[in-house]
């Protein structure tokens, strides 16, 4: 144990990992969330009926190393946390005319499998052969560059521009460039990086190569099968757990932050870790402080959008596939998991649902099929019929799989409100996008004041993008430079690399020293052969 003292502002993924590593190391921590419950996007609520309800459904894709190593430190009775991920085996594609395409999430055993699993995944049935050869080598140049072109060159480049999108076809636009990046990670291709959505590209093909990488969910609500054992295991290692409890200002002396202003007490502590939201931070962090911090300095410039989500409650379980259904021409980028087949839960308390149908909404900003209206303008209870009626345009072929009469209730996420006064949505929780160029405004865990450090998913890591992992992966980083600073024995917190296909290693050697030379990634050269030769 040690008498050094840790103030953990912000009770997410990010100060709940570092309240956890740092504990785990002997410090005394205290951690203070602005909600009634710990868990920040990723927590679960009881609705008046008491169904549950989320901000949207979790998932852990194969690379996501941080959090399963995190989870497996979790006890849950005899068991723990890491043990209540069930693997998905299916993806379910929904095109809006009805047709539906199936694939099974299995592991190649042959080149022609590799060969049919990439082609399914880059869409070779629906883009024009010559523009699906096209993409593969943009996904093959990615894949064989080094480091230094991914930093330097694909951070400072839309994915649109990168992929050529203009001079394509609207099936290569639509599925290819834009249908995944919006359906996935809420990211506009124009205005997004090439590094970020390059990177995720690369890592979600590695997942489905790789037969030691599972997407894997939960099996409960959030809360119930992680949230709560989380919080049970935090205040057994003496964390001291503050709820309803607003941080309003930061106090700072010109070398040192002196104290957190939190509901008009102040917290005092030796060090203190800010694992608020970037859209919090910006509010808590006054210039003399982000003069003090550089790295903090530009925040202002970092976009979020909104990616939040809503659930069905019905009558008859629906489980129209055991994973992620993806509905790319759904205006609004719906993807959903039927929850029930997963669930270790007794649906016998929830009364009359047998089922439960959650969907992520990833597009706000387009306008609707039933109202004709963007989700943004849309009421809470028109957002429920909209979601629910572009559902059955995907859905709804030859056979009826969604019934009106099934929807027992619904449930959006809290922290969307709609405005009567401006006729439009407010969003608490928005979520952090990766635009070009704004890799060199988002800030390192361990700012160059001594005493603070950051614990959130804008942080840069190695994971880049604004998730649960990012956020697990920032406070390692913090907990590291706390550890350092105060020349602390205790071991440090392991933090992953991204793992890639070791067959791409020595191409990547090859283009390091291409780019040394100033030189281009041969895929450039191939790409121009491409274009004259078709």
């Not at 791409?504 to 050269?525: C, I, N, Q, S, T």
Request: net charge negative.
């Amino acid at each position: 144990m040690t008498d050094t003292s840790v103030a953990v502002i912000g009770g997410g993924v990010g100060g709940m990992t570092a309240a956890h590593e740092l504990a785990e190391r002997g410090f005394e921590v205290s951690l203070y969330e602005k909600r009634d419950k710990l868990g920040g996007k990723s927590r679960s609520v009881e609705t008046e009926e008491g169904y549950p309800g989320e901000h949207g459904f979790r998932f852990l894709p194969g690379f996501y190393r941080h959090l399963r190593d995190t989870m497996s430190r979790i006890p849950d009775g005899d068991r723990t946390v890491r043990d209540n991920l069930v693997e998905t085996t299916e993806m379910l594609r929904c095109l809006g005319d009805g047709e539906k395409v199936r694939s099974a999430q299995r592991t190649p055993r042959s080149i022609e499998d590799v060969r049919e699993t990439v082609s399914n995944a880059l869409w070779r049935d629906v883009v024009p052969d010559r523009e699906h050869d096209y993409f593969l080598n943009r996904f093959l140049t990615l894949a064989t560059s080094c480091d230094a072109r991914w930093r330097d060159e694909y951070e400072n480049v839309s994915w649109w521009e990168f992929t050529d999108a203009e001079e394509m076809s609207d099936e290569y636009r639509k599925y290819l460039v834009r249908g995944a990046t919006k359906v996935l990670v809420a990211m506009d291709p124009e205005e997004s990086s090439a590094r970020t959505i390059g990177r995720m590209t690369v890592q979600t093909l590695s997942d489905i190569l790789d037969s030691r990488r599972q997407v894997e969910i939960l099996d409960g609500p959030t809360s119930e099968s992680w949230i709560e054992p989380w919080r049970e295991h935090l205040e057994g290692m003496d964390v001291e757990v503050h709820v309803d409890a607003r941080a309003e200002s930061v106090g700072f002396d010109g070398n040192r932050v002196t104290g957190v202003v939190v509901d008009g007490e102040t917290v005092e502590a030796d060090y203190y870790v800010l694992a608020t939201p970037v859209e919090v931070t910006r509010r808590l962090v006054n210039d003399e402080i982000r003069k003090a911090a550089p790295s903090l300095r530009d925040i202002d410039r970092l976009k979020t959008d909104w990616m939040s989500g809503v659930q069905y409650y019905l009558s008859e379980d629906v489980p129209l596939v055991h994973g992620h259904g993806i509905y790319f021409d759904s205006p609004w980028a719906l993807t959903s998991i039927s929850q029930r087949q997963f669930w270790n839960t007794d649906f016998d308390r929830y009364d009359d649902i047998e089922g439960v149908l959650s969907v992520c909404i990833s597009d706000w900003d387009k306008k609707g099929v039933l109202y004709g209206k963007t989700a943004k303008d849309c009421t809470r209870e028109e957002i429920a019929d909209e979601v629910w009626a572009q559902l059955k345009q995907h859905l709804n072929d030859g056979d009826t799989v969604l019934e009106d009469d099934v929807v027992v209730d619904w449930h959006l996420d809290d922290a969307i409100q709609h405005d009567e006064s401006e006729g439009r949505c407010t969003n608490e929780e928005p979520l952090l996008v990766n635009t070009v160029g704004s890799l060199k405004h988002r800030p390192e865990a361990v700012t160059g004041i001594p005493n603070l450090t950051l614990a959130a998913d804008y942080v840069r890591t190695n994971s880049d993008l604004a998730t649960m992992e990012g956020a697990n992966e920032a406070a390692r980083r913090a907990t590291n430079g706390i550890l350092e600073r105060e020349g602390s024995s205790a071991g440090k917190c392991e933090v992953y690399e991204l793992e890639e296909p070791r067959i791409f290693e020595p191409f990547k050697k090859m283009d390091a020293v291409r780019y040394r030379l100033g030189l281009p990634h041969v895929g450039e050269r191939t790409k121009e052969l491409w274009k004259v030769f078709t």
